[in-house]
């Protein structure tokens, strides 16, 4: 058994589903649910990776696996002739660059979600997955977590990162930090208020739902507020308006 095999045995995968909890918990309300379960599209050049991702999101009522692929050409035209919400997508494919994947996605399954699932942690490989539209970011041999988890929260309306990245990327927006008069600066009429309210939680990972019970608001009047974020910020993802906040010190 070499080590990637060792970090992904019987062991991990019985720990993850604990993590998981009964899905008879899980709020109507909310995408996912077992009669109606959020739809994967895995692309992956490990075989042995594939199945064992696989087997872990068909074990959690919620979430399915509607297809598989294992390099650029295949996921193409799996991301063709399949519906799905989520694409749990390794950038680093036999026949090229796994990321280039997202844009065509983006243009035929415009309201799919994208989580890169890497070895690597490189904070220039997870900004530009990010910049390309993904709002998620596991590293393979992270504990934090489980592939069904991070799959919910995205349909959701939230992000999944892996804690280690997620420090990466704090640590590094955390270093320059601004005076008030710099913030009152750089947010002059570009957003409301409210709008930068909603942006500060989307930013810490809360899905609309989670932010319109915080804001006693209904969840579809915090999407108009996201959707309006976009529209001024310039963005297509919550990823691309939290990273051009973050830039400019708003948080």
Do not use: C
Not at 6 to 19: G, H, I, M, P, S
Not at 62 to 78: E, F, G, H, I, P
Not at 119 to 134: T, Y
Not at 166 to 175: D, E, H, I, S
Request: charged residues 20%.
């Amino acid at each position: 058994m070499d080590s990637k095999d060792a970090l992904f045995t019987n062991d991990t995968l019985a720990v993850r589903a604990e993590q998981q909890g009964s899905p008879s918990m899980w709020p109507d309300y909310m995408v996912g649910q077992p009669e109606n379960p959020a739809r994967v599209l895995l692309v992956d050049d490990d075989a042995h990776l594939r199945m064992v991702i696989a087997q872990e999101i068909m074990s959690d009522r919620r979430t399915m696996v509607v297809a598989q692929a294992s390099n650029l050409k295949d996921a193409k035209k799996a991301i063709r002739q399949n519906d799905f919400d989520v694409m749990l997508l390794d950038p680093h494919l036999g026949d090229g660059d796994g990321l280039e994947l997202i844009d065509v996605m983006k243009t035929q399954q415009p309201k799919a979600e994208v989580i890169v699932v890497s070895v690597i942690e490189a904070e220039e490989q997870v900004l530009r997955a990010f910049e390309l539209g993904a709002s998620g970011y596991l590293i393979k041999n992270s504990w934090f977590g489980s592939y069904p988890q991070a799959v919910l929260q995205v349909v959701n309306g939230g992000a999944s990162i892996t804690p280690s990245v997620a420090r990466q990327l704090l640590q590094r927006y955390g270093k320059s930090p601004v005076s008030e008069h710099q913030l009152a600066v750089s947010t002059p009429d570009m957003l409301s208020s409210r709008e930068n309210e909603v942006l500060r939680m989307v930013a810490s990972g809360n899905t609309s739902s989670e932010i319109g019970v915080h804001l006693q608001i209904s969840a579809m009047t915090v999407n108009t507020h996201i959707k309006n974020i976009y529209r001024k910020l310039q963005v297509r993802t919550r990823a691309q308006a939290v990273r051009f906040a973050s830039l400019r010190g708003w948080f």
